[in-house]
Structure formats: structure tokens, C-alpha cells
């Protein structure tokens, strides 16, 4: 694939679904250079992935493949960083974070309890807040459906029992 | 709250986003990664390069000394035998290399692109560097095993031949140089293995085991 057909395809991309990889972003990394560094790291994968993607799922099914994936593997390069072992080259400034204005403060609520799951039970809260549905989570995350169905049952009882706990 | 104000609570943010990407910078970072990987790729390229011009020009070496020597005081069977049977068995260790980075490749084509299939193939490609550096940690040590010995058996019959000077001092001081190089690349070698791919392999099979669990 040529480079500006590429860039063309990726701009469309980012324009439609940037949401997804923001919400990513905030799941899995928690300070500001991190946000940074993961995010960077997200868009070069999905820059790349442009030429695998051949239309056998969704556009927004295939960015969040990415991103899930590049995240969880992220976790483990971030340990390295933090040992000092490998110098970030981290273009900063690249996320910007929003003015508060119009958000639900619940929704950062629901991020601290994200951020409690493991590390692929997470990928499933995102997935299974964003409407996907048992089969295409399954898909994503390369479970059963019946077990992708214990996770999430899993996960809202442990978010009802959060909320209940602490409105009561 | 139950699940379905969850979720609408969730959407919310689609209408105003957390965050927001600096066009111009994404557009830099994108550049910056592309001009990284231009650069391996062309740095990877020259080794190669450099790597078989070197190979050829031992080849030719070995099979013009011999021919050589043929001209000056006759040749003995092994002249020709020993940089035939070398550079054949350079031949092979290269197509074997080959061949197995090549099944490499297709065993991780094999899998799909599910998280579960990312962190198998991942864990492929980590067993995969384990053994190339163990077979790495095994090459060096066969290699110091054959030739320091005949180094040695050299060096020694060169001082009988007459008393120690300049050379014999140069060839201990030679000897202790490549005695401390090959320690410190076996050292890097079993050091990257422990600290660097052993350590990833445990957190993705664990990652694995997480998807796994029930």
C-alpha cells in the first residue's frame, strides 16, 4: 500500500474511532508520561496495522484489537522503562487532555474500578462497556463465549457490589 | 446503578472525550517511527552486506592460498581438503540457519489475531531467541574449546623455535584479549537470557493463563 493512501485510511480512522484509543489509554497507563508513551505507542501499531486489515471485522473491532493488544504488551515494556533500561523517545505534548467541562465524574470512577481488573479482564470491561458483544469479545480476546460470559458477570457483579458499597 | 447506566454513563465520553490528539505531533511521531525503522532496516542490510563479502572474501582466500603454495613448494591433499570441507560446512550452518528462522516464520504466520494468539505467537518468538542465544552460548564455547588449543600448540612451538620476545608477549597478550571477549559475550548472553527474555516469557504466560482462567 502506498504511504499517502495509508495516511489517508489512518486519518479517516483516527477522525472516527480516536475514542477508542483514548479509552485504552486511560485504562492502562495512569500518570501523564505513561499516557503519553502508550499512546504514541497505540498509534504507531494501528498506523501499521492499516495494511493487514483486510475488512473481516469492523473498523472499531480491529482498533480495539490493536490497542488492546499493543496495551497489554506495553505493560510489560513499561517495566523496563521504569528500570531505566531503555530511554523513552516519547513525543510529548501528542495527547492532550481535555477540559473537564461536560464530563460525568462517574466516568472516572468507572476507570479506577477498570484499573483494579487483571490485566485481560480489563480489556474485557472496555470491550463489554463499549456494547460489543459475547461473540465479538470472544473474538477479540481469543476466549470461549461462555467463559467471555463468566468474566463479564464477574466484573458488573464486582462493579454493582463497588457502587452499592459506597452509595450506601 | 445497573449495567445499562453503566454503559450510558460510559458513552458519555464518546460525546466529550477525555482526551484529544495534537494533529501536527501525531504526525511527527508517525514520521520519527518510519525514519527509525528505515534507518534498522538499512543498517540490517549492510551487515548482511558487509557479512557476505567478508564470507566471500575468506572463500577466496582459502582456495587461492593452497594454489598458492602449489606454485611455490607443492600441495598436499589437505591444502584443498580443509577450505572444502570449511567452506561447505559455512554452506550448510547458513542454510540451517535459514531453514529455521523460515519454519520460525511460519509457525508464528499460523496464528491469528486474537489477544490469546498475540501472546502465544509473542511467547513463539521469545523461545524462539532463548534457543538461538543458548545455541549462540553453545557455538562460542565449541569454538574457544577447538581453537584455543590449537592457538596454544602454535604459539608454543613458535617460542621453542626461538626465545621470547615482542611476539611471544603479543601472542599472551592476544590470547588473555580474546579470552576476556569471549567471557564477556557469554556473560551478555546468559545475562540477556535470565534478565530479558525469561523474565517476558513468565509475565506472557501468565497473561495467557490469565485469559484462560475460568
Partial sequence: MHDSERDRIFGEWLAGHKGILFKVVHAYAFEHADRQDLFQEIVIQVWHSVDAFRGESSVPTWIYRVALNTAIAWTRKEDRHQRGKQPLAVVEGLLTTSSSDGHDPRVEWLYRQIAQLKDVDRSVALLMLDGFSYKEIATIVGLTESNVGVKINRIKSALAGKRAGEES | ?214
Fill in chain 2, 1 to 214: 446503578m445497573n449495567v445499562d447506566v453503566l454503559m450510558e454513563v460510559w458513552r458519555s465520553q464518546d460525546a466529550a472525550p477525555l482526551h484529544d490528539v495534537n494533529k501536527t505531533l501525531l504526525h511527527l511521531a508517525l514520521r520519527q517511527d518510519d525514519a527509525k525503522r528505515q534507518k534498522w532496516r538499512r543498517i540490517e542490510r549492510w551487515i548482511i552486506y558487509a557479512m557476505s563479502a567478508g564470507f566471500v572474501a575468506g572463500m577466496v582466500l582459502c582456495l587461492v592460498k593452497p594454489i598458492y603454495r602449489y606454485h611455490a613448494d607443492g600441495v598436499s591433499g589437505w591444502d584443498f581438503a580443509v577450505p572444502i570441507v570449511g567452506a561447505a560446512a559455512a554452506l550448510l550452518s547458513g542454510r540451517a540457519m535459514y531453514v529455521r528462522h523460515r519454519a520460525q516464520a511460519l509457525r508464528e504466520e499460523r496464528f491469528g489475531e486474537s489477544l490469546r494468539d498475540q501472546l502465544n505467537r509473542s511467547i513463539a518468538q521469545l523461545d524462539y531467541q532463548a534457543t538461538t542465544l543458548h545455541r549462540t552460548f553453545m557455538l562460542v564455547l565449541v569454538l574457544v574449546a577447538g581453537i584455543c588449543p590449537i592457538a596454544l600448540l602454535v604459539a608454543l612451538s613458535r617460542l621453542n623455535e626461538k626465545p621470547f620476545s615482542d611476539d611471544g608477549y603479543m601472542t599472551v597478550w592476544l590470547s588473555l584479549m580474546c579470552v576476556y571477549g569471549v567471557a564477556t559475550g557469554v556473560w551478555e548472553l546468559r545475562r540477556q537470557t535470565r534478565d530479558v527474555v525469561l523474565p517476558h516469557k513468565r509475565r506472557l504466560e501468565a497473561l495467557l493463563k490469565e485469559v484462560d482462567a475460568p
